[in-house]
């Protein structure tokens, strides 16, 4: 099946441990992004990615870090250093090119931090 | 940068009945896109609707329709018909027409339909 996945639904860390999230999607998309939903705040972007190897910071990057090896991967990192991670994260991709417009989701990450 | 409102955060219309979600944005670009999600219990997003800036006409899918005033910097999102399935959070969205940046949400409004 063509889509995106992100894994896992749910997860728990104590407060102090970094966290991957993985956003994996074999949709031949370039374009990757990372967005955080808290309750009332709508959706907040952190990073995308254009191209493999390539990414740049959104409006709320600070304790967050990203990489783009492959085309098909854009694993998120909730570092420390971010003071409020518990959130709901969404990736997204879209395809690039003219009359391409649609950003694509997937089924999202609920983090606590214990 | 450009924002976008929604000054609605939760509203409720009874099954059947014709209910408006209002969104506005500003901007300086000239081309750009909107749209509205819906985001259900289950927290899929899925695309509702979208307009693209320098077409006229409004857009419309089946029972959701929009009413998009350029000059006013103005996206509502009418849904009639409503029904029990269209329970969810709305968010208004936009985009610039070039390159592939990202969506800028409002902060959503929580529709529910009442039997």
């Known amino acids: 099946d063509g889509g995106i996945t992100q894994s896992p639904k749910y997860l728990f860390r104590k407060e102090g441990q970094n966290v991957t999230l993985s956003c994996e999607q074999n949709l031949n998309h370039d374009a990757m992004y990372w967005y955080r939903q808290d309750p009332g705040q709508g959706l907040r972007l952190i990073y995308y990615s254009q191209i493999v190897n390539d990414f740049q910071k959104g409006d709320i990057a600070e304790g967050y870090s990203v990489s783009r090896e492959k085309k098909e991967s854009f694993p998120l990192t909730v570092t420390s250093a971010q003071k409020n991670p518990t959130a709901f994260y969404l990736c997204a991709t879209r395809l690039s090119g003219t009359g391409h417009n649609e950003q694509f989701f997937g089924p999202g990450t609920r983090l606590t931090v214990l | 940068a450009q924002t976008v409102t929604q000054s609605q955060p939760e509203m409720s219309v009874q099954e059947a009945e014709t209910v408006t979600l209002s969104c506005t944005y500003d901007t300086s670009e000239s081309n750009y896109y909107l749209f509205w999600y819906k985001q259900p219990p289950s927290r899929q997003m899925i695309l509702v609707i979208r307009?693209?800036?320098?077409?006229?006409q409004n857009a419309t899918e089946n029972r959701f329709s929009v009413n998009f005033q350029k000059a006013a910097k103005s996206f509502s999102l009418k849904i009639s018909d409503s029904q029990l399935g269209d329970t969810a959070m709305y968010f208004c969205a936009f985009m610039k027409h070039s390159g592939n940046t990202p969506l800028v949400f409002g902060k959503g409004t929580r529709l529910s339909v009442i039997a």
């Open positions: 307009q693209e800036a320098y077409k006229q």
